[in-house]
């Protein structure tokens, strides 16, 4: 997107778009924000989570990265910006649902089957968060797709492990969802934790979030236990 172009987004944006958002923005500003969710996504251009949920302005607290990982929970105070927006959302927000959606084709479960540039020594690191879901075999499409997959799953365990994620979920107050949104089919694939498998949202019973809240995890226990063989990792 050439320079230019830019800034006639943004007058356009001002001119076009605000307007009719004018009175909703006018009560975000005075009654502060309150959304409900917290959406960790994928940092991929292709994955608009406005357009997938139908949220507007104010509804979705947003966090996206390489290939949407969660941090492990360490209790160290480090510079972890995910982690940041994870207690943020949960401890001041107090968000009802935590999203983690990745996707089809996502460049940097891929990068987990290669090797990213020397100099990219932070990207080298952060996709290790994916290592366990990798599975030992040649990265063909559906490889790819089930690593994807798994990483999800991975990342909603991670969660779990973050105090303030697990008490309310226990408590019933919180639920987690995993999402998968395959680009060329316009669909997105629930985690069901009790099929152990994606299913698509169009034949789903619901977004992802009955299983924690109606039936919560046992401490220590893994919900990959819950899954098919083939997607276990390897640990
Ligand atoms: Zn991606």
Known sequence: MPGDELLERLRKFNTDFF???????????EQGQHPTTLFIG??????????????GPGELFLVRNVAAFVPPYDGSAGHHGTAAAIEFAVLSLDVKHIIVCGHSHCGGIRALYGEP????????????????????????????????ERSVVLQLERLMDYPMVRSRV????????????VIEDGEVN?????????????????SGDG??????????????????EAWRPQR
């Open 42 to 55: 994928c940092s991929d251009s292709r994955l608009v989570p406005y357009l997938l949920t139908g949220a």
């Open 211 to 228: 299983p924690y809240s109606l039936d919560p995890v046992d401490p220590g226990q893994s919900i990959f236990n819950e899954i098919d």
């Open 19 to 29: 307007p009719q958002y004018r009175s909703r923005f006018k009560d975000l500003v």
């Open 117 to 148: 540039p020397p100099e990219a020594t932070n990207l080298k690191a952060w996709l290790e968060l994916g290592r366990e879901a990798t599975l030992p075999v040649q990265p063909s499409p559906e490889a790819l797709r089930r690593t994807e």
């Open 190 to 206: 629930v985690f069901d934790v009790k099929q152990g498998c994606f299913v698509p949202a169009s034949r789903a019973e619901h």
């Open 170 to 181: 226990e408590q019933g107050g919180l639920s987690l969802h995993g999402w998968h949104y």
